[in-house]
């Protein structure tokens, strides 16, 4: 997904699941923010950054995605 990525919360929560799967953390708000931090180029992460963490801690948080 890195080759296309869009400003918008589709491109962002798929980018988020990739780099998410690569980055080793035992704690979530510390993981959700490496992962953010890594991914500051992401033109929805550039535009809306409180909406990214929003939606990033909604995946992890509300739907369990990857625990």
């Known amino acids: 997904m890195k080759d296309k990525t869009?400003?918008?919360a589709d491109s962002?929560?798929?980018s988020f699941d990739e780099?998410?799967?690569r980055i080793n953390c035992?704690?979530?708000k510390v993981?959700?923010?490496k992962v953010i931090g890594?991914?500051?180029n992401h033109p929805f992460?550039?535009?809306n950054p409180v909406n990214a963490r929003k939606i990033?801690?909604?995946r992890i948080f509300s739907l369990k995605k990857f625990q």
Request: glycine share 0%.
């Open 6 to 8: 869009y400003n918008n």
């Open 12 to 14: 962002f929560a798929m």
């Open 19 to 21: 780099e998410w799967q």
């Open 26 to 28: 035992d704690d979530l």
């Open 31 to 33: 993981k959700i923010d």
């Open 38 to 40: 890594k991914m500051s």
């Open 45 to 47: 992460v550039s535009s």
């Open 56 to 58: 990033a801690e909604f």
